[in-house]
């Protein structure tokens, strides 16, 4: 089964940035089209962000213009770059394969990884 493994949260003020990185344990980034999600506690976990396998990105809109996805098929990792980061985008932030036109996760890969805190607060 192939785990996830997401890092480079933390605490950071209103207005700073921030990069994420989801490490995929298979070679699965050139067969799948991969999200950024992110979980605030009490609520849903929501799709923020999209990549297909060639590259087409998009993303929700209350990010739109300030995150930016990427990914490098060579090493297994989904990138997340954070701009202009708000109060209200502290979060658990999540990778996972994603069904592009239904933005939703594919139920077949099962489990999630643990997720990165991220705390946007002065």
Request: glycine share 12%.
């Amino acid at each position: 089964q192939v785990e996830f493994v997401e890092s480079g949260g933390g605490l950071v003020q209103p207005g700073g940035s921030l990069r994420l990185s989801c490490v995929a344990s298979e070679n699965i980034l050139g067969t799948y089209h991969m999200g950024w999600y992110r979980q605030i506690p009490g609520q849903e976990r929501e799709l923020i962000a999209q990549i297909t396998t060639f590259g087409l990105t998009r993303y929700a809109e209350d990010v739109k213009g300030r995150f930016i996805i990427s990914r490098d098929k060579s090493k297994n990792i989904v990138y997340l770059q954070m701009n202009s980061l708000q109060t209200e985008d502290t979060a658990v932030y999540y990778c996972f394969p994603t069904d592009w036109n239904k933005g939703e996760p594919l139920p077949s890969f099962g489990t999630w990884g643990r997720g990165t805190q991220v705390t946007v607060s002065s």
